[in-house]
Structure formats: structure tokens, C-alpha cells
């Protein structure tokens, strides 16, 4: 990527990139190869930055200020995501199935809030299949930080304890491994 479009893409952002990874972009490409389906590449569509995969119908997330500018919150969401998980509603806590569904409808729109809201502050980076991503934190003391997000089995979005040159590197050096055999 050029010098310009990366000052176009922090600003649509909000924030500007991690030094790692902007360095990637203007050095050694915008997206495709790398781990898992491949880096998704930062794309302007529509008057707004996204970060897609190539050959993949996940668009993944929009990168606006919006949303990727805000704090990085998701280690702090999990126990607010695990108390609401036990206030789930059961039938014998209500007296009429009218009121059982009410409170189950707010309760399922307040866990969805707080699921979709872990990705607040990140920018997702690769797709791993069946819902698994791999996210880099932009915002706050983890930013440059990699995560992923393994939602689909109830896990959260959790640290790799990998910055984005540890990440991509290790990625490298398999595929290496692998070719040579």
C-alpha cells in the first residue's frame, strides 16, 4: 500500500495502525498470503475501509472509527458475558409464557450486545474457518496485540500473546518447514 492510502485507511479508523503492521503494508503487501485462509486485505469500498478475505463470501469487519477506534474492551466483557450467561430466564421464574419471553428477548438482546462488542478496538485479520478469526488489537494497552476470536465454542476472544511480526513469522516459518518436505 502506498504512504497515502495508509493515512486514508487510519483516518476512516480513527486511530493510526500498529507500527508492525504498517510496516507490512507498505513493505511487503496489503493482504493474501498468510496464515489460516490468508491475510485479509484492506479494501476501500463503498467510502469506507474494510479488511476482506480474498476468495471468501466473510466480508469481516468494517473498520471505521466508529467501531475499530473504539477501546479494546473484550477481557473485560468476559465476566459481564459469563454473569449474564447465568441469568439466562427459565420458565419457573415467571408466571405466563408472555412474561418468560419478554424477559428472554431482552435478555438475548443484551448478550448479543455484549458479544458483538468484544471486537470493538480490533480489526480482523484472517479467517481460520467455521467462524474462527484471527483479530489485531488497534485501540489501548493491547494494541499491536493479536487475538482470536473463538466465539463459536463458547471461548471469547482470547490473547495469542503474539504481536503481529511474531505472528505472521510464525506462520512463515511452518510453511516453510512444510515446503522443504
Known amino acids: ?40 486485505t484492506p479494501t476501500l469500498c463503498n467510502g469506507s475501509w474494510r479488511w476482506l478475505g480474498i476468495g471468501l463470501a466473510f466480508p469481516a469487519q468494517p473498520t471505521t472509527a466508529e467501531f475499530a477506534g473504539r477501546p479494546f474492551v473484550a477481557e473485560a466483557l468476559r465476566s459481564e458475558l459469563t454473569a449474564i450467561e447465568a441469568q439466562e430466564p427459565t420458565p419457573e421464574a415467571f408466571a405466563t409464557d408472555e412474561e418468560l419471553s419478554q424477559a428472554y428477548v431482552a435478555w438475548d438482546a443484551r448478550c448479543e450486545e455484549l458479544y458483538g462488542a468484544q471486537e470493538a478496538g480490533a480489526v480482523f485479520l484472517s479467517e481460520q474457518g467455521c467462524g474462527y ?49
Open 1 to 40: 500500500m502506498s504512504e497515502e492510502q495508509i493515512r486514508e485507511l487510519e483516518a476512516d479508523l480513527g486511530v493510526s495502525l500498529p507500527a508492525q503492521y504498517r510496516s507490512f503494508l507498505l513493505r511487503v503487501g496489503r493482504g493474501g498470503a498468510g496464515p489460516d485462509y490468508g491475510l485479509m
Open 133 to 181: 478469526a484471527s483479530l489485531m488489537v488497534v485501540t489501548g494497552p493491547h494494541r499491536g496485540a493479536i487475538w482470536e476470536d473463538l466465539r463459536p465454542m463458547d471461548r471469547g476472544i482470547e490473547p495469542t500473546g503474539h504481536d503481529f511480526a511474531h505472528w505472521y513469522r510464525k506462520w512463515l516459518e511452518r510453511t516453510e518447514r512444510r515446503l522443504e518436505t
